[in-house]
Nanobody
């Protein structure tokens, strides 16, 4: 699976951005997709995820502000980020978890930088 992330940029605190992640390749094996982020000097963390069945999960820090969704026709996952805060500044990575022959395999896209100015 290949993942192409886009949508990062510079925004003021309180603003919004929408990230997109387009999947190609063995998309029928995708079990779930997610967005992770890594801020400078910090570990990568899960931000939001969505399963093939549409179930979603969010980090506590983004609940109520971020919304993850998917467009199956376009094989694309989106993350709408509202009320952005400076602490949301990070490189955001798209991730796909594939279920193949009973094993889960993780694939990563390139990161997209989100910078929130105060």
């Amino acid at each position: 699976v290949q993942l192409q992330a886009s949508g990062g940029g510079l925004v003021q605190a309180g603003g919004s951005l929408r990230l997109s992640c387009a999947a190609s390749g063995n998309i029928n094996s995708i079990y779930a997709m997610a967005w992770h982020r890594q801020a400078p000097g910090k570990q990568r963390e899960l931000v939001a995820g969505i399963t093939s069945g549409g179930s979603t999960d969010y980090a506590d820090s983004v609940k109520g502000r971020f919304t993850i969704s998917r467009d199956n026709a376009k094989n694309t996952v989106y993350m709408q980020m509202n009320s952005l805060k400076p602490e949301d500044t990070a490189v955001y990575y798209c991730n796909a978890v594939l279920l193949l022959f009973g094993d889960y395999k993780s694939h990563w896209g390139q990161g997209t930088l989100v910078t929130v100015s105060s």
